[in-house]
């Protein structure tokens, strides 16, 4: 490879390579016996080294990219992760790729993932809920999953997507669903895309196909907001007048929000910056119901945007990515949600 040196683990010929990108997460973390608490530990070999398993499967080409708890992700370092996945999607010699990551902004990293690349080939995001340090920890089986579905024939063309506790999950709708139990990530009404079963990948559904963006250089600041009763709309003012270049804002039940909040929209909207309106519910959609002040009719006819059915994390993502290419014209905007 050009620019990414790579380590090999594993020589049989008669396997597939796979890429694995070690970021971190709790499947890569350790109690400190000091502290008392979990910190990163593991290199991507040393993952490798609690499943060799995984060498019956696949020889291993690993790259560390970092060893970082999740939750200290960013937009850079999410640039800087789908070029080098894109890299190693590009090597012929390479089947497919799984990403070790912190399963706390691991739904986030797989939606970038898959507006950021274009291939027929597997990109497996995999993490633990339980560190190495304790009685049982789901990382290996989990690691094993993921090399499993990514030499997989069924994988090709299934996108970017989140494999934890053996159920396949796509980028787009998948989500955390509970802060400690192995189960924890599922895809709401969509339902899973499969499931990994001992040597067999059972398929549930299609992909789902999202729209594809190049790398930009950089990405412009976009915030999420939530609503809550009572809200007077002045962090979305504020947000306004600091300088970001988008708003997503989580509203209530199909997207409304309350009348204070409204006016601050159409103030935000007047200083030409989009805001797209997503809800905190889980399922469902966003629907222009409701006409009232602050109802979600009345604000897309104000030039609101609405979500669709993508949460509100997601639709940042979305927005940060449409606006390096569109701006802020809103009809052009409108297409990536619709
Ligand atoms: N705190 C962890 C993270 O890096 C949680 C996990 O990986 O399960 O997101």
Redesign the pocket.
């Given at each position: 490879m050009k620019n990414i040196e790579l380590k090999t683990i594993g020589i049989n010929p008669d396997l597939p390579n796979i890429a694995l990108v070690a970021t971190?997460?709790?499947?890569a973390?350790r109690v400190d016996p000091k502290t008392k608490a979990?910190v990163p530990s593991l290199s991507g070999a040393a993952l490798v080294d609690l499943v060799p398993q995984i060498l019956q499967l696949a020889n291993i080409k690993l790259y560390d990219f970092s060893n970082?708890?999740?939750?200290?992700m960013t937009p850079n370092l999410w640039l800087k992760l789908s070029k080098i996945v894109n890299e190693l999607l590009l090597n012929p010699q390479i089947k497919g790729v799984v990403v070790t990551?912190?399963?706390?902004?691991?739904a986030e990293a797989a939606y970038f993932l898959d507006l950021t690349t274009k291939s027929t080939k597997p990109v497996v995001f995999t993490?633990?809920?339980k560190s190495t340090s304790e009685i049982i920890t789901d990382g290996p089986l989990n690691l094993y999953n993921a090399v499993n579905l990514a030499v997989a024939d069924e994988a090709q063309n299934i996108g970017v997507v989140v494999e934890l506790n053996q159920y396949i999950n796509s980028a787009r709708y998948t989500r955390k669903i509970h802060t400690d139990n192995v189960h924890?990530f599922n895809s709401g009404d969509r339902g899973y895309l499969g499931y990994v079963a001992k040597n067999k990948i059972i398929k549930f559904r299609e992909r789902d196909f999202n729209p594809y963006f190049p790398i930009p250089d950089s990405l412009p600041k976009v915030v999420l907001l939530k609503s809550y009763s009572g809200d007077d709309g002045s962090f979305i003012r504020y947000a306004a007048d600091s300088g970001v270049k988008g708003i997503v804002i989580e509203g209530f039940g199909a997207g409304n929000v309350d009348e204070q909040s409204h006016d601050a929209i159409v103030y935000t909207l007047s200083k030409k910056i989009p805001i797209i309106i997503a809800t905190q519910v889980t399922d469902g959609i966003v629907l222009p119901m409701y006409g009232s002040k602050g109802g979600g009719a009345t604000l897309q006819s104000a030039g609101a945007i609405m979500a669709n059915d993508i949460s509100g994390i997601k639709a940042r993502l979305l927005l940060m990515l449409a606006l390096s290419y569109v701006n802020s014209d809103t009809e052009k905007l409108r297409k990536y949600f619709s």
């Open positions: 971190g997460g709790t499947i973390q979990t970082i708890d999740s939750s200290q990551h912190g399963t706390d902004t691991i993490g633990a809920m924890s």
